[in-house]
């Protein structure tokens, strides 16, 4: 009986019958989009107290005989001729600490992100879990009227590497706060910092083109990370005061590449204080 009813039913509605597509109707249909993530940073803010301890440990830094030894621009390329660029060593104190150990919790946030942003993409090809971030080291940035950082990016020991800025200071008429664009020499964007990653062109939008320019609008306690091989410049500004910065490097480590690195620097130790003393020696 089952077999005569489908019998009778293909019979009824044979395939054949149907009628032509009409290429002319409409019909539904599931649409999807795939798009490519050219960067990102991440920017946070960090406590007022923090940020006025930093400024008064580098008040006391620039207050010294020997602050000429501090001197780190023979590391960097901003042309910083009417203030200075200074190592802040992490053990000088507290607040230089804590910065090392900021940049290193945002580093490993900023790794988490990337693989949850790219999961798919980044995994076929050859995502890499790091879990371990050593901020090597830290300097800052005394800029003046007429300072400003060349477009660059910043060098690396590993492949996994990470850059931030931290602002602690800025002039109040650094830049026109009422522009909303940089013709007619507004100074819109003055001592402002712009992240590029490819051309930029005024009718991207127009041309269905994603934007390869990121610009940032320095602010006290605003706190950017991003990854070191983006190029990034700061445009110089032209009025009283000084836009004070710190800024670093951080590399990003597997358990593995951590271990051997822990092990490297345990056997240079060894070495130190199994070394024989060669001072006062005849």
Request: hydrophobic share 35%.
């Amino acid at each position: 009986m089952s077999n005569t009813l489908n019998q009778q039913d293909s019979t009824k509605n044979p395939s054949n019958t149907q009628e032509p597509f009409n290429p002319q109707s409409t019909f539904k249909a599931e649409i999807r989009a795939h798009s490519v993530v050219d960067f990102f940073v991440l920017e946070t803010n960090l406590p007022p107290d923090f940020v006025a301890l930093l400024n008064e440990e580098i008040d006391k830094l620039l207050a010294e005989e020997n602050v000429k030894e501090k001197d780190y621009s023979g590391n960097l390329v901003g042309q910083i001729k009417n203030g200075a660029q200074l190592l802040l060593e992490k053990d000088r104190c507290e607040a230089f600490h804590g910065v090392y150990g900021v940049a290193e919790s945002l580093a490993k946030e900023y790794a988490k992100r990337f693989m949850m942003i790219g999961s798919g993409d980044a995994i076929q090809q050859g995502a890499v879990d790091y879990v371990h971030a050593d901020c090597y080291e830290a300097w800052s940035v005394h800029s003046f009227r007429g300072d400003y950082n060349p477009i660059h990016d910043h060098g690396n020991r590993l492949d996994g590497a990470m850059s931030f800025v931290i602002y602690t200071q800025v002039p109040p008429d650094m830049r026109n706060k009422e522009a909303s664009n940089m013709k007619n020499a507004s100074g819109w964007m003055d001592g402002c910092i712009s992240f590029v990653n490819g051309p930029t062109s005024q009718k991207a939008a127009a041309s269905f083109r994603w934007p390869k320019v990121l610009n940032i609008i320095p602010e006290v306690g605003k706190m950017v990370i991003f990854p070191h091989w983006l190029n990034h410049m700061v445009y110089p500004f032209d009025c009283e005061g000084e836009r004070r910065s710190i800024s670093g490097n951080i590399t990003m480590m597997t358990e593995e590449q951590h271990q051997i690195l822990t092990s490297q620097i345990m056997s240079t130790e060894e070495e130190v204080v199994s070394a024989p003393s060669q001072q006062g020696a005849e």
